[in-house]
């Protein structure tokens, strides 16, 4: 609508672990035990079955809420053009040592069977003894503190005399305990440097160390155990004193062939039952206490995760990282929020770690690593390639033509599906060129190669949901600067992350998740737990079901497309989590109604009498205008307006401005709400230049729901049943009739992007021009005029005041229960000599009279400011310093004083207005004041006393009431 080119392209990732693990549990249903029974070919043949089926919903979730993209370009991470960039990518980062493969301490999933990154780990906090169930519906006990006696190895040989206490929360992992740790300066234990304990449940004999980092003197009893196979720390400390690795755990969670044979093929927390009792039996059991602690669990599963000692694919991120920080920090990238750039820095600066790349899955990109081994042989060696082919080919000139195909073994492992999903910022528009060169040089040039590369890369806006910052955002920056050499956007955008109407994140287990298509189109609650996935344990499913019954006792109405999406705009301030009510949604709906409603009565304007819709072919006395812009490109979608606006404050307190050689009578009223558009116009783009969707969102709802609607729309049908006596008449109602265009027509525009569906079907209906685009979606978006203001700030406060007088009657009625007003009488109290004018004057005497359905309304001028008066309390309204109503019920109203309304009223704002009082005071008190621009002091001071003066007068009608 800004008239630039746009690519917005789709896409969606393979998922791998979700997928996966989904098919199988649906393999599992139908009495399949295992994926090994079906073997990798027909297993991974049943995944693509699987997606074919379901894998397009996010698509079509995108499609019916109207998102814009170029659906030509989708793209899936697993299709031929992101396996090439895997494989390319893939082969030059391990070319230039940046992929490695090396045994370290990784993330292991049992019930998943397959490593994770750090950051796929859920570090779960209990603040004390705590039941957990897992995926295997096992329940085990967390959260204790169990307190054990270590032997010492006798110096001289004899029997066991000394301990040292170790307190441990996995008292299973001493099976693989290889040393006892202790702080050099602590004094406790100098007597046992150098000393050997003796490992209680294997018998053997371990070191005691002196190590300063792992152990912490003034926790716990000082005395750490080291098992290094199975705690990152404890590896560290082993590194740094040589101290062997024993891994006691095999991939399924069971005791290895490492520990004593009566612990082999047990489950790793039954075994935590044989060592206590063992413990017990030899007297080494000293206490197990209640003990708050961070549990690390799968965020795939919710297992719980085994520190295991693997040979993994892992990429060296530390230069990567550095230039993706230096990306953000010298504002190369900008990032919306701006709090989320301390994370960013925290995470890849402090908490960066290699990335281990690898998993253990069938689905997914297949690592391009071939393993040659030569006969009895246990050494690897790992050939990395484009192909197969090409594999072979390196195998045979590295040891010799009697390497065969089946000699060499491509590894069954896959990548991490973040990999290639980092990628898609410039495989999506055509990265690599080709399988051989994958870097971009002057021959290569993208401009030469791939046109959209040259218009689009890098991307300007990278909008994403803030928990996948990490996942995937840093990612991409690290793997696309490396490639192309530039980042792969400016800006990062952030939204929230939608929970449910309690805070809790959405989850099928809990039946609290929202389905968009359902918000659209509308569900019943039998349709909900009708949905619920067959793959939830019975458990689980019994719960979604409660759940759904009780948050949706009645389903989800219908909500539509543009509702749903207002909404989510409306709410993207709100910090990192969006509490999503489905009432919110239903609001917004009653919102597009509104729109609706107004487009309605403004055609029926526009049809004037007789109602024939065809009413611009028809009518020749009106020839509608877009006063705030036109469609001439070469009037950059505005209008200039070179007449003076000057408003006739002596004879018609209008302003006569002449559009399309008409002459149209604008009232105050009319240039209050083309001001307050303008304003909006100026709102919404500087919102949206800022990506402040929430802030633009609100203010277009207010301004069309408050301004437009409930006031302009009401004063409008006055003003055009006044228009049909009056010598002015014609005038006025063409100043009406084109006033209700601009705001209409402009609303609709400014709307479009958060409303397209109900903006374009009333844009069509209310289109006048062959000028006009086809669609509201190639119009130009509204723009802050470079013509002079409607009217200046004196004409445009004196609309205010007019519209808060009628809003204080009507106020003042209500609170007094006054149901015939037919003969209430108004008598506006003003110094203001421009004020006394507009409300002594015919017109604007009946629009307050018929807005508020009272009988007469007087006005009387002040000779000086309202705290010099001494007017009754019976039915009083300050309006501001210069302005006040009285009202007068006759036998209607009979009692005097305020109501009890009106008390709390003048009570609320005559806080308000002392606190506003003290902020002006102390702010112009301030030492650095005297250098703010005369001007501005000049404003303060005048809106200092205009305080000052209500509050009086407020106080003052408190204290007759009182």
């Known amino acids: 609508m800004k008239g630039a080119s746009c690519l917005w392209v789709p896409g969606t990732d393979h998922a791998g672990i979700a997928t996966q693990t989904v098919v199988e549990r649906q393999l599992q249903s139908t009495g399949i035990k295992s994926r090994h029974d079906l073997g990798r070919e027909e297993f991974v043949s049943k995944i693509w079955d699987w997606k074919e089926t379901y894998g397009n919903q996010i698509v079509s979730q995108l499609m019916r809420t109207g998102a814009s993209l170029d659906w030509d370009m989708n793209a899936f991470t697993l299709d031929k053009q992101r396996e090439l960039a895997v494989r390319v990518a893939f082969n030059k980062l391990h070319k230039d040592g940046k992929i490695y493969r090396a045994q370290r301490l990784v993330n292991w999933c049992p019930y998943l069977q397959s490593v994770i990154s750090d950051i796929e780990v859920d570090h779960e906090q209990v603040e004390g003894r705590t039941y957990l169930t897992l995926p295997t519906a096992q329940r085990i006990e967390v959260g204790v503190l169990y307190t054990i006696k270590y032997p010492l190895k006798p110096l001289d040989g004899g029997d066991v005399t000394e301990h040292l206490i170790v307190s441990t929360t996995r008292p299973e992992t001493i099976i693989g305990d290889t040393a006892l740790a202790i702080h050099p300066e602590d004094d406790r234990y100098k007597a046992f440097h150098g000393r050997q304990a003796i490992n209680p449940i294997t018998g053997r004999v371990i070191p005691i160390v002196t190590d300063n980092i792992l152990v912490d003197i003034t926790f716990g009893t000082g005395v750490v155990k080291v098992t290094p196979a199975h705690d990152a720390n404890d590896f560290s400390c082993a590194e740094r004193h040589g101290l062997p690795a024993i891994s006691v755990f095999d991939v399924h969670g069971k005791i290895n062939e490492n520990a004593p044979e009566n612990f082999r093929k047990m489950d790793r927390f039954d075994a935590r039952k044989l060592v206590m009792n063992i413990l017990t039996e030899k007297d080494l059991f000293v206490e197990k206490k209640s003990h708050a602690m961070a549990i690390a669990r799968c965020s795939r599963t919710n297992d719980i995760i085994e520190p295991m000692l693997m040979y993994q694919w892992f990429l060296d991120t530390k230069e990567l990282a550095s230039d993706a920080v230096h990306a953000v920090r010298s504002g190369e990238i900008s990032m919306h929020p701006q709090s989320a750039k301390q994370d960013w820095y925290n995470w890849l600066e402090r908490d960066q770690r290699d990335w281990c790349i690898s998993r253990q899955l069938w689905w997914g990109h297949r690592i391009p690593a071939w393993k040659y081994q030569k006969a009895g042989e246990t050494e690897e060696d790992w050939i990395v390639a484009l192909t197969q082919e090409e594999a072979l080919k390196q195998a045979k000139l590295k040891y010799g033509d009697h390497v065969t195909q089946d000699m060499i073994i ?39 190669i791939n046109p959209e590369f040259a218009s689009f890369y890098p991307l300007s806006v990278m909008e994403t949901g803030s928990d996948i910052l990490f996942f995937w955002v840093a990612r991409m920056v690290m793997l696309c600067k490396y490639f192309t050499n530039e980042v792969p956007f400016r800006s990062i955008l952030l939204h929230a992350m939608v929970r449910d109407a309690e805070g809790r994140k959405m989850s099928k287990s809990l039946g609290n998740v929202i389905d968009p298509i359902q918000v659209i189109e509308g569900v019943t609650k039998e349709e909900m737990i009708n949905g619920i996935s067959s793959n939830l344990a019975s458990q689980e499913l019994e719960r979604a079901k409660k759940s759904i019954a009780t948050n949706f006792p009645t389903g989800i109405k219908e909500c539509g497309t543009d509702a749903l999406r207002f909404t989510l705009a409306m709410y993207t301030q709100q910090g990192k989590s969006i509490n999503l009510d489905v009432s919110r949604i239903v609001a917004n709906r009653h919102f597009c109604n509104k729109i609706w409603q107004a487009t309605k009565f403004c055609l029926r304007a526009f049809e004037g009498d007789g109602g024939n819709t065809d009413f611009f072919a028809r009518d020749s006395q009106w020839n509608p205008a877009l006063l705030l812009g036109s469609y001439e490109p070469e009037n950059e979608s505005h209008v200039t307006r070179s007449l003076d606006l000057t408003f006739d404050w002596d004879k018609d307190l209008s302003v006569n401005y002449t559009e399309n050689k008409e002459s149209l009578k604008l009232d105050l009223i009319s ?56 010598e002015d008449g014609p005038e006025r109602s063409r100043a009406v009739r084109n006033v209700l265009y601009t705001n209409l027509e402009c609303s609709l525009r400014l709307l479009h992007p958060f409303m397209p569906f109900v903006t374009e079907k009333l844009w069509q209906n209310i289109k006048i021009s062959e000028k006009q685009p086809p669609s509201v979606m190639i119009a130009p978006y509204p723009l802050p005029s470079p013509s002079p203001s409607w009217a200046g700030p004196k004409v445009i406060n004196c609309a205010k005041t007019l519209i808060e007088i009628t809003s204080a009657i009507r106020s003042l009625n209500k609170s007094y229960g006054i149901t015939d007003t037919s003969c209430a009488v108004c008598t506006v109290h ?49 309006i501001d310093a210069r302005t006040k109503i009285v009202m007068d019920y006759g036998s209607e109203k009979e009692a005097s004083g305020l109501s009890e309304s009106e008390k709390q ?48 007068e407020i106080k003052k009608l408190l204290g007759q009431a009182n």
């Open 671 to 726: 240039l209050w709400i083309l001001n307050s558009l303008e304003n909006s116009i100026i709102s919404s783009n500087a919102s949206l230049s800022r990506m402040d969707l929430s802030d633009s969102a609100q203010g277009l709802h207010s301004f069309f729901w408050y301004d437009f609607c409930d006031e302009y729309l009401e004063f409008a049908k006055l003003i055009l049943k006044y228009s049909e006596t009056s």
């Open 410 to 448: 491509q590894d069954p492992d896959v990548l991490d599906t973040w990999f290639s999903s980092a990628l898609f910022p410039i495989s999506t528009l055509g990265w690599p060129w080709n399988a051989e060169d994958s870097s971009i040089t002057d021959a290569n040039h993208p401009a030469a």
């Open 905 to 952: 009223k003048f009570t609320k704002d005559a806080n308000t207005l002392e606190a506003s009082i003290e902020k002006m005071k102390t702010q112009m008190a301030g030492s650095n004041y005297a250098k703010a621009p005369v001007k501005i002091r000049e404003q303060h001071a005048v809106q200092l006393a205009d305080m000052e003066k209500q509050l009086s």
């Open 830 to 878: 003003t110094s203001d000599s421009d004020l006394f004018k507009i409300f002594n004057s015919e017109f604007y005497e009946y629009l307050i009279r018929e807005r508020t359905k009272i009988g007469k309304v007087k006005v009387e001028i002040l000779k000086d400011d309202l705290s010099s008066q001494q007017d009754e309390v019976k039915g009083t309204r300050i």
